[in-house]
């Protein structure tokens, strides 16, 4: 199935097999509703994964098939780039070349968002790409399943690790170090940066990023892994 996705703010085609669909995605957001009929509330789920697994994509899938299928509970992706520290912030404090590290995230602000995500009328922010800072109160927050995507959620660190007690179900994306590699630095070289640069930048920011995510997570309830054809399958 091939699908046009609105992927925070920017439109999108995206492509799923089938048989995915049939035999992963589908059953999941199955047992994603059954879930929350049990909870009886707004049910919270971490989607983590390294730069370069398209989680972003596959949680607005996610949404987007929760609206077409009557037999799921509607679904909602929140972003985690929403709370990255300002400019401001990352320039007094040396952290703008670092940006996308856990210490250039609010994490008490976005610990804080979590737990409101409970109460009526919740909003949530999002991270504007020309202004590169985030916009507060840019999503108001509707569905009953609210997916979180984000690299460092499971981040297994100090004031970090407090994270996970928030979610009700938590789902990792794993991935070969070198399939990401080539994926971020051609993503790089898309938006305009020469090879040389590209190369530069993931061994500056996103290759120890990519090692971090893979290597200090928490243990999840659901293991993905992201194949070299970028399909996805359960562990």
Request: a negative charge; glycine letters at 4%; aromatic letters at 8%.
């Amino acid at each position: 199935m091939r699908v046009e996705l609105n992927i925070n703010g920017l439109q999108n085609s995206a492509h799923f097999p089938d048989r995915d669909i049939t035999h992963l995605h589908l059953p999941l957001l199955a047992s994603l509703s059954q879930q929350q009929q049990q909870l009886q509330r707004r049910m919270v789920v971490f989607l983590c994964a390294p730069p370069g697994t398209g989680k972003s994509t596959l949680a607005t899938f996610w949404q987007w098939i929760s609206q077409q299928d009557t037999t799921l509970t509607p679904v909602q992706c929140l972003p985690m780039d929403g709370f990255h520290h300002y400019n401001h912030y990352l320039d007094a404090h040396q952290l703008r070349s670092k940006k996308g590290a856990p210490e250039t995230f609010d994490l008490p602000k976005l610990h804080q968002a979590i737990q409101r995500l409970q109460q009526t009328g919740a909003t949530w922010p999002t991270y504007d790409r020309q202004l590169h800072d985030p916009v507060e109160d840019a999503i108001i927050v509707e569905a009953p399943i609210i997916v979180l995507e984000g690299n460092w959620l499971l981040l297994q660190q100090p004031g970090w690790q407090q994270l996970k007690a928030l979610a009700d179900y938590t789902i990792f994306i794993n991935a070969a170090p070198e399939l990401l590699r080539d994926r971020l630095i051609e993503r790089k070289i898309r938006g305009g940066l020469s090879p040389q640069q590209a190369e530069e930048f993931y061994l500056a920011t996103d290759g120890p990023n990519v090692l971090k995510v893979l290597q200090c997570s928490q243990p999840v309830d659901y293991l993905l892994t992201m194949d070299s054809d970028m399909s996805y399958r359960r562990c």
